[in-house]
Structure formats: structure tokens, C-alpha cells
């Protein structure tokens, strides 16, 4: 192995998963030695291992390869073959084995990568394995894959029906009002999914929706627009398209198709936060119908509007506020038995889906909520949606402790001081006036500062905003 492949290998394993640019940070003989140092790690030698992929054209090659290596050290491969990231959840969840999810996500078609899990769909981040997995992979790289005396065995089976057939089992849909929903499924694995789960394509029994699709064709090159709804310019043809046909709503997943964001009626976004909120009191009654006496717990992310919490609390749960991060809130859900967890970037979490976050189900959740109730969509988040808010603003700073530190001094006599993942502070304001917080928190990965600024109203937020801004800039 060259000193180089060792670089490529570490530059391409993140905080939560291995992601980088296809034949130059990650090869075919990287993932092979990814798959070996993975079976090593969750001691997969005799035991089921899944793996899926997305539509992207290098990733049926990175799960064979990753096949080979995981065989060669004893695991028996199942291949879902195209799926979605949560189609793997629901297999390593409902198996119970560990599993691997070839995809880049939301990135642009030259990028792939892998997102692992222990049995059960638990979640690997460097500190919980990922590490000790790309040590493995490296000196498989230096020297060889080794096989086991008996190398496990491969086969290939589809759980799309499977999956869908769950998922109905959580969310009834079919006795809601007709509803029309324009669905932009990016060229991702929502194009599979989509008709899967809310269609007859997986052979269940018709809902009550008209899907209107929008690039449902799998091509990992994005012909269209990037899969990464995040973006407002990524929305522009869904909002139209939920115009020009009258919907009700519209929906838009990302390339995994383990993210959801959702369009009202007028074509403007709800926020992640608002559709957080409506399905954390949906989880929580029904968490409260199954056992009226238990205490019920539910996360967000400290980047969430106030509304999730308050929502919580008003409800009688408890809310549990955590930083940002896939693999971090899969492990929460797990340590407090969370029934939901909700992420400003639209991961949504489920205690009945083994924790791991699930796009589709966040969307049939919203589905279910608006189709019982006659008002429009913008209506009925009005009321989840009462503050203003920045939106995440990243800057590219030369010294990130430095422009922190600039942002506290100025602040902090001016409210209460939270160093939770980076500096929060939320202002100090007396009787009669306008709320305020802030979030200030570094990249993992580049010299960035992200800012989010939520207050009572938008000229607070654009003040407080500016005013930050100013400082982290200068």
C-alpha cells in the first residue's frame, strides 16, 4: 500500500460514515478492505451481514467489492441491491444484523461512501468503531486480506415489499381524506421507494393519494437538480409543480431517500423543525395511548426551533436536547428509549424503527396528520411555526477559535452561555420583549463556522444575525 491510499482512506472517513470521490479517495480495493475491517469490528465471522446501494454507477461495484472483503473474513453477505438508506435500517433492525449502505447521500455524482451499522441498525461513528474500522481496513491495504478458514457465503434478496408492508403497519393511511401530493424524488431511491410505500408498486392495497412524480427515473447523475433538498434552489421545481397542479403538498427526498422535506400548498417549505413538532405529538400520543403512566422522552437537537420542545412539554413528555449528529442521536435514542427524535436538517428518528431515522415514515406521518383534518397544510403548520428563523449560515473563517471567541465576549454579559457542541447564548430580555438565541458551532471538517438564529420575531433575528455575522466575519 502506498502512503497515499492510507491519506485517501483516512481523509474519506468522517465523523458518522466514509464518504469521497470515486477512483481518487475511494477505491474499489478501499472498500474491499473497508468490508474485512467492518466484519472484524462487529465480529461478523459466521454471521448475516446486509449490504444495499443507491443508483449511483460506482455503487453495485463498491457493495461487491465490499462483499468480497467481508466474505473473505467469514461474514455471510446478503445484497438488498438498489434500496434506500432506511430499506438497510429495516433489514439490520428487523434481522438483527450489521449492515452497510453504499451511498454519498446528498452528493454530487463523483462522490460515494458508506454508512455503517452494528446489529439492530445501530449506529458507528468514529468513536463508537468507524476508527477501528479504517485502522483495520489500512493494514488490510498493507498487507493483504486474509481469509478465514470457511469465507462466508452471498445471496441477494429484495425487501422493498417487506419494508413497505412495515411501515404501513405504523402509519394508517387509509382511512384519510383524497389528497394530491406532487413527490420530487431527485433521481434518488425515493423513485423506488415512493411508489413502494404510498403506491401499489409493491403490491399493497391503494391509498387515498394521487402521487404526482418528478424525476423518479434512478440516474446517479443528477441529471435535474442535486438531490439534496437542504438547498432552497433544489425546492424551485417542486414548488412550482405543487402550484401548477393544485396539490395539497409537496415532497421532496434526498438521494438516499433518508430525508424528507415537505412543500405546502402555496409552495412554501415547512421547516424541518415544524414537521418535527407534528410528529413528536403524534409519536407522543401514541406512546400515551399504549401506557398512560410512562414518562416519554423525546430528542432534538439543539439547532431545533423552541417549538419542538415546547411542543414536548406542553404534551407531558420530556424533551432531551443533544448536538448535532447522525451516529450521536442514534445513540441517545437508544440510551433515554426516546420515541422520536427530530434533527433541523430533516433526519427524523423512530423508536419503532430500531431508532434510526426514516424519511418516509416522517413524510406518512405528516400525510396522516394533514389528511385527518380539513385545513391546508399552511394552516395547519402555522401553529408549529410561530418564530423566525436564519436558517444555517456557514462562513468560512481563517481562525474558528479566534472568531468564536469574538462572538462570546460580545454576548455574553447579554444572556446565558451554553458551550453544548460550540457557544449558544440566549439573550437575557425583560418582560414585553422579543426572544432571541443563538448557535455558533465549528465544522468537523472544514474551517467553518455555522450560525443559526432563531427570535420572536424577524427583525430581532435579522439584528441578532447581523450582528454575529459582523463579528465571526471581521
Not at 285 to 290: N, T, V
Not at 328 to 357: C, P, R
Request: glycine share 10%; with cysteine.
Amino acid at each position: 500500500m502506498t502512503n497515499s491510499q492510507a491519506d485517501s482512506l483516512r481523509a474519506s472517513v468522517k465523523a458518522y460514515d466514509v464518504r469521497g470521490v470515486v477512483g481518487e479517495t475511494l477505491t474499489e480495493e478501499m472498500v474491499e478492505a473497508l468490508g474485512a475491517g467492518f466484519i472484524d469490528e462487529v465480529k461478523g465471522a459466521g454471521q448475516r451481514v446486509v449490504i444495499g446501494h443507491d443508483m449511483r454507477d460506482s455503487s453495485p461495484t463498491f457493495a461487491r467489492a465490499f462483499a468480497r472483503g467481508a466474505q473473505a473474513r467469514g461474514a455471510n453477505v446478503v445484497n438488498l441491491g438498489l434500496c434506500s438508506t432506511d430499506e438497510t435500517y429495516f433489514a439490520s433492525g428487523s434481522w438483527h444484523v450489521p449492515g452497510a449502505m453504499f451511498t454519498a447521500s446528498h452528493n454530487p455524482a463523483k462522490y460515494n461512501g458508506i454508512k455503517f451499522s452494528r446489529a439492530g441498525a445501530q449506529g458507528i461513528s468514529l468513536d463508537t468503531g468507524l476508527a477501528a474500522i479504517r485502522d483495520r481496513a489500512i493494514e488490510f491495504l498493507d498487507n493483504g486480506i486474509t481469509s478465514v478458514e470457511a469465507p462466508g457465503e452471498y445471496a441477494e434478496h429484495d425487501v422493498l415489499a417487506e419494508y413497505a408492508t412495515y411501515l404501513r403497519s405504523l402509519v394508517d393511511l387509509s382511512s384519510i381524506r383524497p389528497i394530491r401530493v406532487v413527490v420530487d424524488a431527485g433521481n434518488g431511491m425515493g423513485g423506488l421507494t415512493v411508489p413502494a410505500v404510498l403506491g401499489t408498486a409493491a403490491g399493497l392495497a391503494a391509498l387515498p393519494i394521487e402521487i404526482i412524480p418528478m424525476y423518479f427515473e434512478l440516474d446517479g447523475t443528477f441529471p435535474n437538480h442535486e438531490a439534496n433538498p437542504l438547498e432552497p434552489a433544489n425546492l424551485v421545481d417542486l414548488q412550482k409543480a405543487v402550484a401548477a397542479h393544485g396539490a395539497d403538498l409537496g415532497l421532496a427526498f434526498d438521494g438516499d431517500a433518508d430525508r424528507c422535506f415537505v412543500v405546502d400548498e402555496r409552495g412554501e417549505a415547512v421547516t424541518p423543525s415544524a414537521v418535527a413538532a407534528i410528529v413528536a405529538a403524534r409519536e407522543i400520543s401514541r406512546a400515551q395511548d399504549a401506557d398512560p403512566s410512562s414518562e416519554i422522552f423525546v430528542i432534538h437537537n439543539l439547532i431545533t426551533s423552541n417549538i419542538v420542545p415546547e411542543t414536548i412539554r406542553a404534551l407531558g413528555a420530556t424533551p432531551v436536547r443533544t448536538k448535532v449528529g447522525h451516529s450521536l442521536i442514534k445513540d441517545q435514542m437508544a440510551a433515554t428509549g426516546a420515541v422520536f427524535g427530530g434533527e433541523h436538517s430533516a433526519h427524523y428518528y423512530f423508536k419503532n424503527f430500531w431508532g434510526a431515522d426514516n424519511g418516509m415514515l416522517a413524510a406518512m406521518h405528516v400525510l396522516a396528520e394533514f389528511g385527518s383534518q380539513p385545513e391546508p397544510l399552511s394552516t395547519l403548520t402555522a401553529k408549529y411555526s410561530p418564530y423566525a428563523l436564519s436558517g444555517e449560515i456557514n462562513s468560512t473563517v481563517a481562525d474558528v477559535t479566534a472568531a468564536t471567541a469574538r462572538v462570546r465576549s460580545a454576548f455574553e454579559n447579554r444572556g446565558t452561555v451554553d458551550g453544548l457542541d460550540g457557544l449558544t447564548i440566549t439573550g437575557s430580555v425583560a418582560d414585553g420583549e422579543a426572544f432571541w438565541w443563538f448557535s455558533v458551532r465549528p465544522s468537523n471538517t472544514e474551517p467553518l463556522l455555522r450560525l443559526n438564529v432563531e427570535a420572536a420575531d424577524e427583525s430581532t433575528m435579522a439584528r441578532i444575525r447581523d450582528e454575529v455575522l459582523s463579528l465571526i466575519r471581521s
